[in-house]
Every structure is written in C-alpha cells, then in structure tokens.
C-alpha cells in the first residue's frame, strides 16, 4: 500500500504576483500524471462517506478508481450520471465542508483532492451524449438558466421532455456568468456545458423576464407547457441601512460584478463602465465577497475585507481566503461600518468601523459579535462594496396567484420542489435563500425527477 | 428578432425607431420601460416604451443620442438588429388598474420635458381613450425639439407648449405653465412627470406648492434591470427603493431628488471617457446620422 502514502498532490496555480493584474484562471488543474498520482491516495472505501456528503451523491470512488487506470472518458461518464456541470462544481463547490471534509484521509492528513479530479476528468474527456430517451411529447418550461434550472433542464431532456429555459438576461447560465469571475470560472467552461445541454435538445430563449415579459399561467395556459420549474435564484441585493450607504461610490457586490463578470467592464473593448476607488472596501465574508474583493484587486486597488467576526468564521470557501490573501486583499476582521463617509461632492472618501468581539454563541451556534464600545475608527476607501447576501426577487410571486412564499420572500417548495401550485415547481436560492451552486444543482435535479412523476400521472 | 423596421428622426440627435419584439408588444403596459443591448459588446441601457402593437409585434421606442450606446443605436439602419431587447420592465402606471369609473373622475396633468414625450405617449393615449380627463404640458429648449407634438395633440383634451427660447408656445419652463394653468383656474387631480431629473424635481417642488398629488418615473442607473445590481436605487420617504421593480415611478414629493441627481452623474467621467475612446477608434459610424 506504499503507493498512496504520498502527500496530496499540490495543483499548479498562475503565481499571485501575475494574477493579480489579470482576469484568466487561477489555477491550472492536474495533468493526467498529476491526476493519476492524486488518485491513487483514494482508498476506495466499502462504505463511501465522500459521496454521502457530496449534494448530488456523485459515485467519487467509482469515477476516481477509473482516473487510477487512466481510463477517463469512463470517469466522466460516471460522473455525468449524477452532475451535468462537473467542470463547474470542480472548481466551485465548497469541497472542504462536502466530499472532501469526510474523506477518511483527511483525518490523519490531507483528504483526497476529489474536487481537483473532478475538474480534471471534466475538462479533459467530454462525458459521451446520454442516449435520448423516447420522446415524451410533454413540454417543460424553466425559469431561470442558473445551475438549478440547467440540472432541471438537463435531467429532463435526457428523459425525452422537450424543455426550454428562459432567462431575464441576455445569455444563459445565471450566476456562472454574471456572479462567478472568469479567473475562478472561465466563462468558456460555462459556454462548453450549455453547448452540452443544447446538444441534448435543451432550448434557450434569452431576455424573456418571467413575470413581466410572460406569467407561469401564461406558460401553461397559452404556451403549451405542462409544467414549470421556477430557479430564478437570488435576488435583490441587501444593504446595511446605514448612513451614507447611498453615496456615490458604494454598490452592491451584485453591481459589482455584473459590470466586471457579465458586462465585461474590465475589457476596454466593451461599453459598460466600471468604477473602482484606489482603495476599497469590501464588507462581508461570502464567496461573493472574495469574488468582488479579487475582481477589484485585479482593476489596481487596494482592498479591505471587513467583516464582523473573525477569520474562522468566514463563510467563503477556504481556497478562495486563501487565494485572496495570496493577491494581497487586507483582512479587517471583527470589525463592523457604522457609516460610510463623504467628501463634500457626495463620494465616499472612507467607512467608519466599530471594532467587535466574539461574545455568546447566537442561534446559527457561531459566536455573536458584540461591539466594543468606544472603538470607532475610519477606514479611507473610495469605494464600498456591500456582499451582505440577498432577499429574493417578488416578481414570480407577485404575478403568480397561489404560489405560496414564506414571509422573508422565498418560495415555498417541499423536499421534491412541489409547490402550492399544480404543475408549478422551485428549487435553488429561490427557495433556500442565498446558497451554493451544487445545492442549487440538487434541488433541480429532485424536482426534476418530481416534474417526470407529475407528468406521468 | 429585434430588428429595426422603421426609423424616424424627430428632432436633431432624436429619433424613433419601431422594433420587432413580438412578447414584448403583447404585454407592455403603460410607464413600462426595457432593457437595450445595441451590440454584442454593448451596455443594457433602460430606454423607455414610446407604443406598442401586439398585432405588429413591434414595440416604439425614442433615443436620444448623448452616450456610447445611443450613439450607436443612431449609427444603426432599418433592418439592422438589436443584441438584446429584454421587458417590459417596471409596475405599470398605477392608473392602468384604476376601475373606468374611478378613472372618468381623473384630471391628469402630464408634464414631460424632452424625450420625456416618448414615454408620456402611452400614458395619455390610454387614459384619455377611457375617459380620463388629459392634459399635457410638453417643454424643450427650443420648437425643434418638440418632439411627437401631433400625437399627443390627438390624444388628449389640451396640449401646452413651452420653450426656453420662446421659439414655440410659452417662453419658460413647465413649472411657469403649472402655474399659469392651475392660477387660471384650471384644476387636476395629479400631476405625473416624465423628464430630466432636474425638471422633475422642480416639478415636484412647484406641485407641491400648489398642493397637487404628483408622481414622477425616474430614469436612474441601471444594469441589470431586473432587480438584481441596486444600481437604480433611490431614497422615497426615507426608505431604498429599487427604480426597476418599485418604480419607475414614485411619490414626486417623497423622492430625494438631489441624492438621484447625485447618483446619475456616478459614470459621467468613464462613459465621457469611453466616448472618447470609441470615437478615436472610429467604431462610432457617423453615417446616416441624419437619416
């Protein structure tokens, strides 16, 4: 067993130094002898606790066992049994609290790099097109082309469901596009795999907002659909409530990227503008919060993370702290805005903090910070960016009688994404509130094979 | 889709243009707005509903060019496409779901400045074929950029013109006609503006004073369009408000008027600057600007 005593194989990444003026990918991914090695640390466990932990129960031995003969267009085909974005989740996903967190290795050392061969099998073989099944003769609309909506989409086409995905914006794949930085996930990966989906039949009609430009009923009444899968994600950007908070200078994370990601405002040869200060800071502690402070490390500024505990307790992926405090973003950790402060021409010039300490544990069992009195300090920044989460969009609720939401706004679904209309499904952030891409990816695979059940009454 | 079967200039650097957008056409409603992508590199740009035909499946609407992306919509020719064309956005008027009966008893005073006539068009046309009663004060700095005189003539009960210059109608701003019509006796039950955020707010200002109800559609920032980036957001009586799934239109007396006009200028220097650049690189074409 000397073979898979070696440490996890380390990934090739784009040095810290260059990438902090650039927007292509950070990391390089394995190679198939980096890949081969890796794989062999996986000890094929009897009773896998990886791919119970893995949202979507991709079979991780099985398609790493495959990885270890080199065999990996098999590996793909196992995984695409269970996830139609693996070149997505592989660099995405939060695999140290999934797959890798109960991978037996990393008790005694480091887990298994599942998320790191996953990406490898994904970019390097294309899983082979799932045989059509007989056509349904059943239509399906999906509304919205995040990665709920797609696994939806996907799942159903490859049941023989004539699906299409609508979209409010201008081109499909939801948050992989407008939220996710090219150097995390380049967008041509996300373009590989909507080419994937529409190879299997899957049709996108961009620009149609859900709500307005057309209703749930009106799909089902006049545009000939059966039934309708609602993952219309996020949502409506959270602010503070503090002073100053609508001073020029200071936006959403959402605005944020959205210029840089969607519109590509850090590429002059496209039209939107982006504003970015010389310093800015970022308050929040999300992957929405690293993704903006690495955008606005790479458009020249010097960025301040602040947020109100302390480091352990940052939600964001451990990779991505890490990668940004590799491109040098400052952690302003236990500290709270009280107010953002203006110039006397309306911008901001800097963000006065309180500083916090960790006091009893609160409901969601993270110890509560609580203000120390007196520690007010200021913090100069041209800009603010706020990633304080999101509260969901009420356009879908509001225009669809008798879809029931729960009083914060999110969209009432069972565990299978029924809702409390026939015929009307949801599942991702719409229903859960701000999470993850493979949460999302699940919830629209389960109210898929719901959807195929409903039909086949 | 979304390709240009007619355009008109109305006035130097202001033109119509008829757009096929056949869902759209359909469900458009009055004080609704989209969203405009010109290119595969352009910005989305809100640009307002100047008429809709479900039957044409085509959508109006009236550019000004003044940034980077009108200035290319006006580059573009009848039968050239638009990227994107996504809508319609925003509550509709909240006159749209007023009962006949209650909107019989309205006396509307629209007040638009500029392009703002493009947008009021809807507006007037609806409420006065119902039965409302309609008026309109239309302002501009001088006769050519009166724009779409004759439609609102013939859509509503009274059309008052103002000038800054006095070259046609009443030399002065649409405040001085407010106040001449209301100090002549005439009466309203709401004033609803459509402008530049600057005429808005001294139209909000002069309602006021003279205790009218007024409302005003706003034309902030936006990106996405949808509810998504807060670019558009505004402070109505003390509260954040999203211009794109609250408004478009507000409470004239309860907006932050100043804080809006603030907000705008936020891109002046990179879009002054993007022009620029765009210009020196010639992408800009010039040709057919007058057509």
Not at chain 1, 125 to 146: D, E, F, H, L
Not at chain 1, 261 to 282: K, Q, S
Request: hydrophobic share 40%; net charge neutral.
């Amino acid at each position: 067993m000397a073979i898979n005593n070696h440490p996890r194989v380390p990934v090739r990444e784009q040095a810290a130094n260059s990438r902090r003026s650039n927007f292509e990918e950070v990391c390089f991914g394995y190679n198939l002898e980096e890949a081969q090695l890796e794989a062999q640390r996986c000890l094929e466990c009897k009773n896998p606790r990886c791919v119970a932990a893995c949202p979507v129960n991709i079979d991780i031995p099985a398609f790493i066992g495959q990885v270890k003969q080199g065999n990996i267009a098999e590996a793909a085909a196992i995984i695409a049994r269970d996830s139609c974005l693996p070149a997505v989740c592989g660099r995405v996903c939060p695999q140290e609290t999934q797959c890798e967190g109960s991978c037996v290795r990393g008790i005694k050392g480091e887990p298994v790099a599942i998320g790191k061969l996953e990406r490898f099998v994904a970019d390097t073989a294309q899983a082979p097109s799932p045989t059509p099944a007989q056509p349904q003769n059943k239509r399906v609309a999906i509304v919205g082309s995040g990665p709920a909506g797609l696994a939806c989409a996907s799942d159903l086409a490859k049941w023989g469901y004539s699906v299409t995905v609508f979209d409010a914006l201008h081109v499909m794949g939801g948050v992989l596009q407008y939220g996710i930085p090219e150097f995390r996930l380049p967008k041509s990966i996300v373009q590989r795999e909507l080419n994937a989906l529409q190879a299997q039949g899957v049709c996108f009609e961009p620009n149609v907002v859900v709500g307005r430009t057309i209703s749930i009923d009106q799909l089902l009444d006049t545009e000939g659909y059966s039934a309708v899968f609602v993952g219309s994600g996020a949502g409506l950007p959270k602010f503070m409530g503090i002073e100053g908070e609508n001073l020029n200078g200071v936006v959403s994370a959402n605005e944020f990227l959205t210029r840089v990601n969607l519109m590509r405002a850090f590429d002059p040869e496209h039209d939107t503008p982006v504003f970015v200060g010389r310093r800015v800071a970022v308050v929040g502690g999300g992957n929405v919060a690293m993704d903006a402070a690495r955008c606005a490390i790479r458009l020249g500024a010097e960025v301040h993370l602040v947020y109100r505990r302390s480091e352990a307790e940052l939600p964001a992926r451990v990779e991505e702290v890490h990668h940004a405090r590799e491109e040098g973003m400052l952690f302003d950790m236990l500290t709270n805005p009280v107010q953002v402060l203006a110039n006397d021409q309306g911008w901001v010039r800097g963000l006065r903090c309180i500083r916090m300490k960790l006091g009893e544990p609160d409901a969601s069992g993270r110890r509560r910070p609580v203000e120390v009195a007196g520690s007010e300090f200021d913090i100069e920044a041209e800009m603010v960016i706020m990633a304080l989460g999101t509260s969901p969009n009420p356009l879908i609720a509001s225009t669809t009688p008798g879809l029931n939401t729960e009083r914060w706004g999110g969209i009432i679904a069972n565990d299978s994404g029924a809702t409390s209309r026939e015929g009307v499904f949801a599942g991702g952030d719409a229903v859960s509130g701000a999470a993850t891409v493979i949460l999302a990816m699940g919830a629209g695979r389960k109210a898929a094979r719901a959807i195929d059940e409903y039909l086949r009454k | 889709m979304f390709s240009i079967l007619q355009k008109r200039e109305l006035a130097p650097e202001i033109f119509l243009v008829e757009v096929e957008a056949p869902r759209i056409a359909k469900s458009a409603k009055p004080g609704q707005f989209v969203i405009v992508r010109a290119h595969e590199r352009g910005e989305r740009i809100p640009l307002t509903i100047a008429g809709y035909d479900a039957q044409r499946g085509t959508i109006l609407m009236v550019i000004q060019a003044i940034g980077v992306s009108t200035r290319r919509m006006q580059a573009m020719a009848v039968g050239d496409r638009f990227a994107d064309v996504a809508g319609p956005l925003g509550q509709p008027s909240e006159f749209v779901a007023m009962p006949d009966a209650e909107l019989k008893q309205q006396r509307l005073l629209f007040i638009a400045g500029g392009v703002g006539a493009a947008p009021i068009l809807p507006q007037v046309e609806e409420f006065h074929r119902r039965g409302a009663h309609v008026e309109v004060i239309l302002g501009a700095r001088n006769a050519n950029l009166l724009i779409l005189k004759d439609e609102l003539q013939r859509s509503c009960d009274a059309l008052h013109l103002t000038t800054d210059d006095g070259s046609a109608g009443r030399k002065g701003l649409v405040t001085d006609m407010l106040n001449d019509l209301v100090a002549s006796g005439n009466r309203y039950t709401h004033v609803i503006t459509i402008g530049p955020m600057v005429m808005m707010k001294f139209v909000a200002r002069a309602a006021k004073a003279l205790g009218l109800p007024a409302i005003a559609s706003l034309n902030t920032l936006m990106v996405d369009g949808t509810g998504m980036c807060g670019a558009c957001r505004v402070t109505v009586g003390g509260k954040t408000r999203f211009t794109c799934v609250d408004g478009p239109e507000f409470d004239a007396h309860q907006v932050d008027f100043d804080e809006a006009l603030r907000r705008l200028s936020m891109y002046k220097t990179q879009e002054g600057q993007r022009l620029r650049e765009a210009e020196q690189r010639g992408h800009i074409c010039k040709i057919g600007r007058n057509s």
